[in-house]
């Protein structure tokens, strides 16, 4: 919503176009990523839950906002209407009707009192090709268009113009997971922000851009708008570790990268210089599927399964995954005897360092701080924040959590890496590939990995 949004009959008071950072809405459409991949990633993982019934505003808190055929709607008294259950990471779908001149928002992130553009996020919801909001006293700023986060990040609805003619339902898709807010308005995206890589645009403090969970609430000012069909897909950090989960079985909403008996979900890493991602990508598709053959041997040479685990003899090349990841909640157990090193490449990019921290050959490369650490970062997330490594011929547990740039770790159920970004080794100061496979490494010694399971993150 406007805010604040003058009643009828006083001065009208809100931020013109002035008040904000002229932000190029047309190089952010460049960036956005499709509405299909996002699609896509809905088909699998949590389950939906209504956050409706259709009849009463149970499981929601406020005033000024009743039920009216199957729809939640606001009323000349309508302000704010929050979730009772608070939410970290998710996908929001709802369908929404305007009238014009409508104005509300969507609150993320919500703490329960104050501001929630301020103290929260909030995602516009307006009605802003009416003429109230474009004549010579007042012109909407780019990040008060709907779809915008408020004062952070500018919709493109504006170019696009994607709201239906008022007194029609749209459809809406609300991505908020980590620090990536997405925006799906009818089918198309028209917001795709990373929180961490932006400052406001209307020069006042937003210290809920730093909040990880809150309420979703219903931000109004008396307008007619009413909501329906709003259901939700939990995304939420999983839990560090896995106690009492049998090997091999993933946990509901992962999928099992590993089945126990073989190598299915598997290929060989393609041998230099074609390791390199970007190599492998220029590749012609016979060129490529020579590579990925002769990969594909090695692997079958090199990896087996025992005892329900890959291993690896300690000669050949490393081990990837058969499909791409873009964001993603990835768990792996891992195995080293003495003296050995290893790795986990995520997007095909090096790594997250395994190794043993009682070594001293390599106490002058910091092993004695432990697993878990970017080693090849040249700053930030090259060390891990504490030890956490087991004794050496022990399991240990990875958990890892990628999304968009930034990556926290947990090892054996300790945050070792917080939201660190992992350098780009191949193209040092250019953007990590979205996708690519995931590997695990070799340094030329035995190695046992188990219990491979990931959730892809809506993106």
Same mark, same amino acid.
């Given at each position: 919503?406007?805010?604040?949004?003058?009643?009828?009959?006083?001065?009208?008071? $809100?931020?013109?176009?002035?008040? =904000?950072?002229?932000?190029?809405?047309?190089?952010?459409?460049?960036?956005?990523?499709?509405?299909?991949?996002?699609? &896509?990633?809905? @088909?699998?993982?949590? &389950? %939906?839950?209504?956050?409706?019934?259709?009849?009463?505003?149970?499981?929601?808190?406020?005033?000024?906002?009743?039920? /009216?055929?199957?729809?939640?709607?606001?009323?000349?008294?309508?302000? =704010?209407?929050?979730?009772?259950?608070?939410?970290?990471?998710?996908?929001?779908?709802?369908?929404?009707?305007?009238?014009?001149?409508? *104005?509300?928002?969507?609150? $993320?992130?919500?703490?329960?009192?104050?501001?929630?553009?301020?103290?929260?996020?909030?995602?516009?919801?307006?009605? !802003?090709?009416?003429?109230?909001?474009?004549?010579?006293?007042? /012109?909407?700023?780019?990040?008060?268009?709907?779809?915008?986060?408020?004062?952070?990040?500018?919709?493109?609805?504006?170019?696009?113009?994607?709201?239906?003619?008022?007194?029609?339902?749209?459809?809406?898709?609300?991505?908020?997971?980590?620090?990536?807010?997405?925006?799906?308005?009818?089918?198309?995206?028209?917001?795709?922000?990373?929180?961490?890589?932006?400052?406001?645009?209307?020069?006042?403090?937003?210290?809920?851009?730093?909040?990880?969970?809150?309420?979703?609430?219903?931000?109004?000012?008396?307008?007619? $708008?009413?909501?329906?069909?709003?259901?939700? @897909? +939990?995304?939420?950090?999983?839990?560090?570790?896995?106690?009492?989960?049998?090997?091999?079985?993933?946990?509901?909403?992962?999928?099992?990268?590993?089945?126990?008996? !073989?190598?299915?979900?598997?290929?060989?890493?393609?041998?230099?210089? *074609?390791?390199?991602? =970007?190599?492998?990508?220029?590749?012609? /598709?016979?060129?490529?599927? @020579?590579?990925?053959?002769?990969?594909?041997?090695?692997?079958?040479?090199?990896?087996?399964?025992?005892?329900?685990?890959?291993? =690896?003899?300690?000669?050949?090349?490393?081990?990837?995954?058969? @499909?791409?990841?873009? +964001?993603?909640?990835?768990?792996?157990?891992?195995?080293?005897?003495?003296?050995?090193?290893?790795?986990?490449?995520?997007?095909?990019?090096?790594?997250?360092?395994?190794?043993?921290?009682?070594?001293?050959?390599?106490?002058?490369?910091?092993?004695?701080?432990?697993?878990?650490?970017? %080693?090849?970062?040249?700053?930030?997330?090259?060390?891990?924040? $504490?030890?956490? +490594?087991?004794?050496?011929?022990?399991?240990?547990?990875?958990?890892?959590?990628?999304?968009? !740039?930034?990556?926290?770790?947990?090892?054996?159920?300790?945050?070792?890496? +917080?939201?660190?970004?992992? !350098?780009?080794?191949?193209?040092?100061?250019?953007?990590?590939?979205?996708?690519?496979?995931?590997?695990?490494?070799?340094?030329?010694?035995?190695? %046992?990995?188990?219990?491979?399971?990931?959730? &892809?993150?809506?993106?």
């Amino acid at each position: 919503m406007l805010r604040p949004f003058a009643l009828a009959g006083a001065a009208l008071s $809100v931020l013109a176009a002035p008040a =904000f950072a002229q932000t190029s809405t047309a190089a952010a459409a460049a960036a956005l990523s499709p509405a299909s991949v996002t699609l &896509e990633a809905l @088909k699998s993982g949590p &389950e %939906w839950v209504s956050l409706f019934d259709g009849k009463t505003l149970a499981g929601w808190v406020g005033g000024g906002y009743q039920v /009216e055929d199957g729809a939640i709607v606001c009323t000349k008294e309508g302000n =704010f209407l929050h979730t009772e259950k608070q939410y970290a990471d998710y996908v929001l779908e709802f369908e929404f009707k305007l009238k014009p001149g409508s *104005n509300n928002g969507i609150g $993320v992130r919500y703490p329960g009192t104050g501001d929630a553009a301020y103290d929260g996020m909030e995602i516009q919801v307006l009605d !802003d090709r009416d003429a109230m909001y474009h004549n010579d006293k007042f /012109e909407l700023g780019p990040a008060q268009y709907h779809g915008s986060i408020y004062g952070i990040s500018p919709s493109t609805q504006k170019e696009k113009n994607l709201l239906k003619p008022v007194g029609e339902w749209n459809h809406q898709i609300l991505v908020v997971v980590g620090d990536h807010i997405k925006v799906i308005l009818n089918g198309e995206t028209i917001n795709d922000a990373y929180l961490s890589k932006l400052n406001t645009l209307d020069g006042k403090p937003h210290p809920g851009k730093n909040r990880t969970t809150g309420h979703i609430a219903f931000c109004g000012h008396g307008d007619y $708008v009413a909501y329906r069909n709003l259901r939700i @897909k +939990d995304y939420s950090p999983a839990a560090p570790v896995l106690p009492g989960n049998p090997d091999n079985t993933a946990p509901p909403s992962f999928t099992a990268l590993f089945n126990g008996k !073989d190598l299915t979900n598997w290929k060989g890493l393609a041998a230099p210089p *074609n390791d390199n991602p =970007f190599k492998r990508a220029a590749l012609s /598709e016979a060129e490529a599927a @020579k590579v990925q053959a002769e990969a594909d041997a090695n692997m079958k040479a090199h990896w087996s399964v025992a005892d329900g685990a890959l291993l =690896f003899d300690g000669k050949g090349a490393s081990l990837a995954t058969a @499909k791409k990841y873009g +964001d993603f909640d990835f768990y792996v157990d891992w195995k080293i005897p003495a003296k050995a090193d290893s790795g986990i490449y995520l997007r095909g990019t090096p790594q997250v360092q395994i190794w043993d921290p009682a070594n001293p050959a390599q106490f002058s490369v910091g092993n004695q701080k432990g697993s878990g650490g970017f %080693w090849n970062n040249k700053g930030a997330g090259k060390d891990p924040l $504490v030890l956490a +490594d087991k004794p050496i011929g022990e399991w240990n547990t990875f958990h890892i959590r990628m999304i968009g !740039d930034l990556t926290s770790i947990w090892l054996n159920g300790k945050l070792v890496l +917080d939201k660190a970004p992992l !350098d780009n080794y191949w193209a040092p100061g250019t953007p990590l590939p979205r996708e690519e496979q995931i590997e695990l490494q070799n340094h030329g010694n035995n190695l %046992w990995f188990k219990n491979i399971y990931v959730r &892809e993150l809506p993106r």
